[in-house]
Protein backbone atom coordinates (compact mmCIF):
# COMPACT_ATOMS: atom_id res chain seq x y z
CA UNK A 1 0.00 0.00 0.00
CA UNK A 2 2.89 2.36 0.89
CA UNK A 3 4.51 1.67 -2.44
CA UNK A 4 1.07 2.49 -4.29
CA UNK A 5 0.71 6.08 -3.07
CA UNK A 6 4.07 6.56 -3.27
CA UNK A 7 4.00 5.69 -7.25
CA UNK A 8 0.80 8.12 -7.51
CA UNK A 9 2.26 10.85 -5.98
CA UNK A 10 5.11 10.88 -8.77
CA UNK A 11 2.78 10.45 -11.34
CA UNK A 12 1.00 13.55 -10.12
CA UNK A 13 3.91 15.40 -10.00
CA UNK A 14 5.17 14.40 -13.45
CA UNK A 15 1.69 15.47 -15.36
CA UNK A 16 1.65 19.09 -13.35
CA UNK A 17 4.93 19.65 -14.47
CA UNK A 18 3.66 18.13 -18.20
CA UNK A 19 1.39 21.03 -17.55
CA UNK A 20 2.97 24.25 -17.23
CA UNK A 21 3.34 26.44 -19.84
CA UNK A 22 6.53 26.40 -21.46
CA UNK A 23 8.47 29.57 -21.67
CA UNK A 24 7.73 31.54 -24.55
CA UNK A 25 10.43 31.51 -27.17
CA UNK A 26 9.53 35.12 -28.72
CA UNK A 27 8.63 37.46 -25.82
CA UNK A 28 7.34 39.76 -28.11
CA UNK A 29 4.34 37.54 -29.38
CA UNK A 30 1.44 35.81 -27.22
CA UNK A 31 -1.52 34.42 -27.74
CA UNK A 32 -5.17 35.00 -26.91
CA UNK A 33 -8.74 34.83 -27.48
CA UNK A 34 -11.19 37.21 -29.03
CA UNK A 35 -13.97 36.12 -27.01
CA UNK A 36 -11.90 35.05 -23.49
CA UNK A 37 -9.72 38.23 -23.91
CA UNK A 38 -7.73 36.49 -20.40
CA UNK A 39 -6.75 33.24 -22.33
CA UNK A 40 -3.09 33.80 -22.55
CA UNK A 41 -0.95 31.55 -23.82
CA UNK A 42 2.58 31.64 -25.35
CA UNK A 43 2.07 28.88 -28.68
CA UNK A 44 -0.39 28.32 -31.27
CA UNK A 45 -3.55 26.48 -29.96
CA UNK A 46 -7.36 26.53 -28.86
CA UNK A 47 -9.22 28.69 -26.13
CA UNK A 48 -9.55 25.91 -23.07
CA UNK A 49 -12.83 27.75 -22.85
CA UNK A 50 -14.65 28.10 -26.01
CA UNK A 51 -12.29 26.25 -28.41
CA UNK A 52 -11.60 28.51 -30.93
CA UNK A 53 -7.91 29.18 -32.38
CA UNK A 54 -6.14 31.87 -30.59
CA UNK A 55 -5.40 34.50 -32.42
CA UNK A 56 -1.36 35.89 -32.10
CA UNK A 57 -0.66 39.42 -31.01
CA UNK A 58 2.79 40.97 -31.18
CA UNK A 59 3.82 43.42 -29.14
CA UNK A 60 5.25 47.00 -29.72
CA UNK A 61 8.83 47.24 -29.04
CA UNK A 62 9.24 50.27 -26.95
CA UNK A 63 5.71 49.81 -25.47
CA UNK A 64 4.40 51.66 -22.42
CA UNK A 65 3.41 49.77 -19.85
CA UNK A 66 0.72 51.59 -19.63
CA UNK A 67 -0.59 50.91 -23.54
CA UNK A 68 -3.04 47.85 -24.86
CA UNK A 69 -2.24 46.59 -28.28
CA UNK A 70 -5.19 44.82 -29.72
CA UNK A 71 -5.50 42.57 -32.93
CA UNK A 72 -7.55 43.36 -35.98
CA UNK A 73 -9.79 40.45 -35.03
CA UNK A 74 -10.03 42.27 -31.57
CA UNK A 75 -11.08 45.37 -32.40
CA UNK A 76 -13.98 43.82 -34.80
CA UNK A 77 -15.14 41.56 -32.18
CA UNK A 78 -15.35 44.00 -29.66
CA UNK A 79 -16.62 46.78 -31.87
CA UNK A 80 -13.78 49.28 -30.85
CA UNK A 81 -14.58 52.34 -32.56
CA UNK A 82 -13.22 56.01 -32.58
CA UNK A 83 -13.55 59.40 -32.92
CA UNK A 84 -11.49 62.58 -33.20
CA UNK A 85 -12.60 64.55 -29.95
CA UNK A 86 -13.57 68.46 -30.86
CA UNK A 87 -15.26 71.49 -30.13
CA UNK A 88 -19.56 71.31 -29.93
CA UNK A 89 -22.10 72.86 -28.03
CA UNK A 90 -23.80 71.49 -24.77
CA UNK A 91 -25.88 72.33 -22.15
CA UNK A 92 -27.85 71.08 -18.96
CA UNK A 93 -30.91 70.13 -18.10
CA UNK A 94 -32.30 69.27 -14.70
CA UNK A 95 -35.61 67.97 -14.25
CA UNK A 96 -37.57 69.20 -10.58
CA UNK A 97 -41.54 68.14 -9.54
CA UNK A 98 -43.77 70.87 -8.73
CA UNK A 99 -46.98 71.96 -7.96
CA UNK A 100 -49.21 74.95 -9.37
CA UNK A 101 -49.61 77.81 -7.01
CA UNK A 102 -51.03 81.22 -6.20
CA UNK A 103 -49.15 84.18 -7.46
CA UNK A 104 -48.55 85.85 -4.16
CA UNK A 105 -47.96 89.08 -6.37
CA UNK A 106 -51.18 89.51 -7.10
CA UNK A 107 -53.17 88.18 -4.07
CA UNK A 108 -54.80 90.42 -2.51
CA UNK A 109 -56.88 90.75 1.22
CA UNK A 110 -59.71 92.58 1.52
CA UNK A 111 -60.19 93.82 5.12
CA UNK A 112 -62.58 95.86 6.95
CA UNK A 113 -61.62 98.97 8.56
CA UNK A 114 -63.70 99.79 11.15
CA UNK A 115 -65.34 97.74 13.85
CA UNK A 116 -69.19 96.17 12.93
CA UNK A 117 -71.64 93.06 11.70
CA UNK A 118 -71.35 91.92 8.47
CA UNK A 119 -75.67 92.24 7.31
CA UNK A 120 -75.26 90.99 3.76
CA UNK A 121 -72.27 89.17 1.46
CA UNK A 122 -72.49 89.32 -1.99
CA UNK A 123 -69.85 86.32 -2.82
CA UNK A 124 -70.58 82.95 -0.40
CA UNK A 125 -68.76 80.67 -2.85
CA UNK A 126 -64.78 80.02 -2.46
CA UNK A 127 -63.62 80.10 -5.98
CA UNK A 128 -66.19 82.96 -6.99
CA UNK A 129 -64.99 85.15 -9.32
CA UNK A 130 -65.23 88.94 -8.26
CA UNK A 131 -64.76 91.99 -10.32
CA UNK A 132 -62.97 94.84 -9.13
CA UNK A 133 -65.50 97.74 -8.22
CA UNK A 134 -68.28 95.27 -7.69
CA UNK A 135 -70.27 94.96 -3.91
CA UNK A 136 -68.71 93.09 -1.39
CA UNK A 137 -70.40 93.15 1.11
CA UNK A 138 -72.84 95.60 3.71
CA UNK A 139 -71.81 96.29 7.46
CA UNK A 140 -73.18 97.53 10.13
CA UNK A 141 -70.70 100.53 12.22
CA UNK A 142 -71.88 102.79 15.38
CA UNK A 143 -68.51 104.35 14.62
CA UNK A 144 -69.43 104.59 11.11
CA UNK A 145 -72.56 105.79 11.40
CA UNK A 146 -71.36 108.83 13.84
CA UNK A 147 -68.75 109.81 11.47
CA UNK A 148 -71.13 110.20 9.01
CA UNK A 149 -73.01 112.28 11.46
CA UNK A 150 -70.57 114.16 12.22
CA UNK A 151 -69.87 115.08 8.85
CA UNK A 152 -73.42 115.81 8.08
CA UNK A 153 -73.32 118.45 11.11
CA UNK A 154 -70.16 120.27 10.19
CA UNK A 155 -71.83 120.93 6.83
CA UNK A 156 -74.89 122.16 8.53
CA UNK A 157 -73.15 124.41 10.70
CA UNK A 158 -71.10 125.57 8.25
CA UNK A 159 -74.37 127.18 6.46
CA UNK A 160 -75.73 128.28 9.96
CA UNK A 161 -72.63 130.44 10.79
CA UNK A 162 -72.43 132.61 7.78
CA UNK A 163 -70.40 135.44 9.71
CA UNK A 164 -66.74 135.04 10.60
CA UNK A 165 -66.29 132.42 13.57
CA UNK A 166 -63.58 131.74 15.12
CA UNK A 167 -64.42 128.15 14.68
CA UNK A 168 -62.72 126.79 11.10
CA UNK A 169 -65.87 124.57 9.91
CA UNK A 170 -63.89 123.75 6.56
CA UNK A 171 -60.98 122.02 8.59
CA UNK A 172 -63.78 120.50 10.51
CA UNK A 173 -65.91 119.42 7.17
CA UNK A 174 -62.07 118.22 5.73
CA UNK A 175 -61.48 116.11 8.54
CA UNK A 176 -64.32 114.39 9.18
CA UNK A 177 -64.34 113.36 5.22
CA UNK A 178 -60.81 112.18 5.24
CA UNK A 179 -62.12 109.53 8.32
CA UNK A 180 -64.59 108.48 5.98
CA UNK A 181 -62.39 108.10 3.23
CA UNK A 182 -60.13 106.18 5.34
CA UNK A 183 -62.96 103.90 6.89
CA UNK A 184 -63.56 102.63 3.44
CA UNK A 185 -66.25 104.79 1.45
CA UNK A 186 -65.40 105.92 -1.36
CA UNK A 187 -65.83 109.41 -3.17
CA UNK A 188 -69.20 108.38 -5.06
CA UNK A 189 -70.44 107.40 -1.60
CA UNK A 190 -69.31 110.82 0.19
CA UNK A 191 -71.27 112.66 -2.73
CA UNK A 192 -74.42 110.97 -2.42
CA UNK A 193 -74.20 111.39 1.59
CA UNK A 194 -73.92 114.96 0.81
CA UNK A 195 -76.79 114.94 -2.02
CA UNK A 196 -79.47 112.28 0.46
CA UNK A 197 -78.41 114.78 3.66
CA UNK A 198 -79.44 111.17 5.27
CA UNK A 199 -77.06 108.49 7.38
CA UNK A 200 -78.14 105.44 5.96
CA UNK A 201 -77.43 102.95 9.18
CA UNK A 202 -75.62 99.62 6.66
CA UNK A 203 -72.81 100.77 4.59
CA UNK A 204 -71.94 98.82 1.13
CA UNK A 205 -68.07 98.73 0.35
CA UNK A 206 -66.69 97.41 -2.43
CA UNK A 207 -63.80 95.44 -3.92
CA UNK A 208 -60.83 97.48 -4.66
CA UNK A 209 -59.00 94.26 -6.57
CA UNK A 210 -60.41 91.51 -9.06
CA UNK A 211 -59.63 88.12 -8.67
CA UNK A 212 -61.08 84.29 -7.38
CA UNK A 213 -62.16 84.14 -4.18
CA UNK A 214 -59.57 81.43 -1.86
CA UNK A 215 -60.34 82.61 1.31
CA UNK A 216 -63.76 83.30 2.93
CA UNK A 217 -63.75 83.26 6.51
CA UNK A 218 -67.31 85.58 7.49
CA UNK A 219 -70.69 84.85 7.43
CA UNK A 220 -73.20 86.90 7.26
CA UNK A 221 -74.48 87.79 10.94
CA UNK A 222 -70.66 87.56 12.23
CA UNK A 223 -68.87 90.40 13.74
CA UNK A 224 -65.83 91.89 12.63
CA UNK A 225 -62.89 93.78 13.94
CA UNK A 226 -60.76 96.65 12.59
CA UNK A 227 -58.66 95.47 10.27
CA UNK A 228 -59.77 91.81 10.29
CA UNK A 229 -59.90 90.38 6.93
CA UNK A 230 -62.90 89.64 4.68
CA UNK A 231 -61.84 88.01 1.83
CA UNK A 232 -58.75 86.64 0.03
CA UNK A 233 -58.94 87.23 -4.14
CA UNK A 234 -56.47 85.83 -6.19
CA UNK A 235 -55.70 87.12 -9.89
CA UNK A 236 -54.90 83.28 -11.88
CA UNK A 237 -53.86 85.29 -14.86
CA UNK A 238 -50.10 84.31 -13.47
CA UNK A 239 -49.74 81.20 -11.43
CA UNK A 240 -46.18 79.51 -9.81
CA UNK A 241 -44.75 76.57 -10.72
CA UNK A 242 -43.22 75.86 -7.06
CA UNK A 243 -40.43 73.37 -7.36
CA UNK A 244 -37.70 71.68 -4.65
CA UNK A 245 -34.65 71.26 -5.15
CA UNK A 246 -32.12 69.81 -2.75
CA UNK A 247 -29.13 70.62 -1.77
CA UNK A 248 -26.94 68.19 -4.22
CA UNK A 249 -28.44 70.07 -7.57
CA UNK A 250 -28.30 73.76 -6.40
CA UNK A 251 -24.75 74.11 -7.82
CA UNK A 252 -26.64 73.12 -11.47
CA UNK A 253 -29.25 75.63 -10.70
CA UNK A 254 -28.22 78.69 -13.10
CA UNK A 255 -30.78 82.03 -12.56
CA UNK A 256 -30.19 82.28 -16.42
CA UNK A 257 -31.35 79.10 -17.20
CA UNK A 258 -34.23 78.87 -19.27
CA UNK A 259 -37.25 77.52 -17.40
CA UNK A 260 -39.91 75.42 -19.12
CA UNK A 261 -43.17 74.18 -16.73
CA UNK A 262 -44.22 70.60 -18.32
CA UNK A 263 -47.79 70.23 -17.17
CA UNK A 264 -48.74 66.48 -16.98
CA UNK A 265 -52.87 66.78 -16.91
CA UNK A 266 -52.55 68.30 -20.10
CA UNK A 267 -50.85 65.85 -22.32
CA UNK A 268 -47.16 67.29 -21.24
CA UNK A 269 -47.59 70.40 -22.38
CA UNK A 270 -45.17 72.79 -21.73
CA UNK A 271 -44.95 76.68 -21.32
CA UNK A 272 -42.08 78.45 -21.01
CA UNK A 273 -41.38 80.74 -17.83
CA UNK A 274 -38.86 82.58 -15.47
CA UNK A 275 -37.60 81.91 -12.32
CA UNK A 276 -39.30 84.78 -10.18
CA UNK A 277 -37.52 83.02 -6.52
CA UNK A 278 -35.04 81.08 -5.23
CA UNK A 279 -35.36 80.53 -1.10
CA UNK A 280 -32.16 82.28 0.14
CA UNK A 281 -32.84 79.23 3.06
CA UNK A 282 -32.11 76.08 3.02
CA UNK A 283 -34.47 73.78 5.14
CA UNK A 284 -32.12 72.11 7.66
CA UNK A 285 -34.15 68.87 8.21
CA UNK A 286 -34.85 68.56 4.79
CA UNK A 287 -32.36 69.74 2.66
CA UNK A 288 -34.47 71.08 0.47
CA UNK A 289 -34.59 74.49 -1.14
CA UNK A 290 -37.64 75.95 -3.33
CA UNK A 291 -37.73 77.95 -6.45
CA UNK A 292 -40.77 79.58 -8.22
CA UNK A 293 -41.48 79.59 -11.97
CA UNK A 294 -44.18 82.54 -12.92
CA UNK A 295 -46.63 81.61 -16.06
CA UNK A 296 -49.09 82.78 -18.41
CA UNK A 297 -52.23 81.38 -17.35
CA UNK A 298 -54.16 81.95 -20.76
CA UNK A 299 -57.93 81.46 -20.42
CA UNK A 300 -57.55 80.39 -16.69
CA UNK A 301 -57.68 76.59 -17.59
CA UNK A 302 -54.91 75.84 -14.91
CA UNK A 303 -55.38 75.30 -11.50
CA UNK A 304 -53.39 75.90 -8.43
CA UNK A 305 -52.61 72.59 -7.09
CA UNK A 306 -52.06 70.99 -10.35
CA UNK A 307 -48.63 69.04 -10.96
CA UNK A 308 -46.36 69.51 -12.86
CA UNK A 309 -42.33 69.49 -13.53
CA UNK A 310 -40.11 72.12 -14.39
CA UNK A 311 -37.50 71.86 -16.62
CA UNK A 312 -34.20 74.11 -16.24
CA UNK A 313 -31.82 74.20 -19.41
CA UNK A 314 -28.73 76.09 -18.92
CA UNK A 315 -27.67 78.10 -22.07
CA UNK A 316 -25.29 76.08 -24.54
CA UNK A 317 -22.30 76.64 -24.48
CA UNK A 318 -19.15 75.83 -26.65
CA UNK A 319 -16.70 72.73 -25.11
CA UNK A 320 -15.01 69.45 -25.82
CA UNK A 321 -17.96 66.81 -25.04
CA UNK A 322 -17.90 63.11 -25.72
CA UNK A 323 -20.52 60.60 -25.67
CA UNK A 324 -21.16 59.15 -22.24
CA UNK A 325 -20.09 55.28 -22.82
CA UNK A 326 -16.81 56.63 -23.99
CA UNK A 327 -16.11 57.46 -20.16
CA UNK A 328 -15.63 55.27 -17.41
CA UNK A 329 -16.67 56.65 -13.69
CA UNK A 330 -16.13 55.23 -10.51
CA UNK A 331 -14.73 56.53 -6.88
CA UNK A 332 -11.35 57.37 -8.51
CA UNK A 333 -12.32 59.80 -11.07
CA UNK A 334 -13.41 59.71 -14.87
CA UNK A 335 -10.99 58.13 -17.40
CA UNK A 336 -11.71 57.55 -21.16
CA UNK A 337 -9.22 55.55 -23.84
CA UNK A 338 -7.12 57.43 -26.22
CA UNK A 339 -5.76 55.74 -29.55
CA UNK A 340 -1.84 56.33 -29.37
CA UNK A 341 -0.77 54.33 -32.69
CA UNK A 342 -2.40 51.70 -35.03
CA UNK A 343 -4.54 49.01 -32.89
CA UNK A 344 -2.60 50.38 -29.71
CA UNK A 345 -4.59 52.62 -26.85
CA UNK A 346 -3.93 54.17 -23.63
CA UNK A 347 -6.06 55.66 -20.27
CA UNK A 348 -5.99 58.77 -19.52
CA UNK A 349 -7.94 60.83 -16.71
CA UNK A 350 -10.14 63.69 -17.41
CA UNK A 351 -12.21 65.93 -15.36
CA UNK A 352 -15.93 65.81 -16.33
CA UNK A 353 -18.41 68.80 -16.50
CA UNK A 354 -21.75 69.13 -17.24
CA UNK A 355 -24.00 66.22 -18.64
CA UNK A 356 -26.93 66.24 -20.83
CA UNK A 357 -28.71 63.61 -23.01
CA UNK A 358 -26.00 61.17 -24.27
CA UNK A 359 -23.46 63.70 -23.92
CA UNK A 360 -20.82 64.61 -21.51
CA UNK A 361 -18.21 67.07 -21.47
CA UNK A 362 -14.89 67.55 -20.56
CA UNK A 363 -13.29 70.66 -18.85
CA UNK A 364 -9.83 69.11 -19.06
CA UNK A 365 -7.12 65.47 -19.78
CA UNK A 366 -8.25 65.77 -23.56
CA UNK A 367 -7.44 68.13 -26.61
CA UNK A 368 -8.75 68.98 -29.38
CA UNK A 369 -7.36 66.18 -32.34
CA UNK A 370 -7.23 63.23 -29.72
CA UNK A 371 -8.58 59.50 -31.46
CA UNK A 372 -10.80 58.76 -28.43
CA UNK A 373 -12.63 55.34 -28.42
CA UNK A 374 -16.46 55.99 -28.45
CA UNK A 375 -17.57 52.37 -28.22
CA UNK A 376 -15.45 49.35 -26.45
CA UNK A 377 -14.21 51.40 -23.72
CA UNK A 378 -15.32 48.89 -20.86
CA UNK A 379 -13.92 46.06 -23.07
CA UNK A 380 -10.45 48.21 -23.20
CA UNK A 381 -10.70 48.35 -19.56
CA UNK A 382 -11.19 44.87 -18.87
CA UNK A 383 -8.93 43.41 -21.50
CA UNK A 384 -6.05 45.58 -19.74
CA UNK A 385 -7.17 43.90 -16.01
CA UNK A 386 -6.64 40.60 -17.68
CA UNK A 387 -3.40 41.17 -19.25
CA UNK A 388 -1.51 43.58 -17.37
CA UNK A 389 -3.14 42.72 -13.39
CA UNK A 390 -3.82 46.07 -12.55
CA UNK A 391 -5.99 49.20 -12.67
CA UNK A 392 -5.44 51.11 -15.62
CA UNK A 393 -6.52 54.12 -13.93
CA UNK A 394 -3.86 52.83 -10.80
CA UNK A 395 -0.84 54.69 -12.64
CA UNK A 396 -3.22 58.05 -12.67
CA UNK A 397 -2.27 61.21 -10.43
CA UNK A 398 -6.00 61.33 -9.08
Known sequence: MRYIIIAATALLLFAACKNKKEAPKNP???????????????????????KMDLTPVKKKNGESKDELQLSEQQIQLGNIQTDT????????????????????????????????????????????????????????????????????????????????????????????????????????????????????????????????????????????????????????STLWAEAQVYTSQLAELNSNSIATVQLPDFDNKEIKGRIEFVN?????????????????????????????????????????????????????GATVWIQTADKTFKSVMVQTGLESDDRIEIKSGLNVGDVVVITGAYLLHSEYVFKKGADPMAGHNH
Do not use: H
Not at 307 to 312: I, M, N
Open 28 to 50: DTYYTCSMDPQVVEYKPGKCPIC
Open 85 to 236: IRNGTIGDQLVLTATLNFDQMRASSMSSRVMGRVEKLYYKNLGDYVRKGSPLYDLYSEELNNAKQEYLLALDKKKAFTTETVIDFDQLIESARNKLLLWGLNEVQINELVKSKKATPVTTFYSSAGGYITQLDIREGDYVMEGGTIVKLADL
Open 280 to 332: PEINPDTRINLIRVSIPNTGNQLKPGMPAYVLLKSPQRQSLNLPVDAVIRDGK
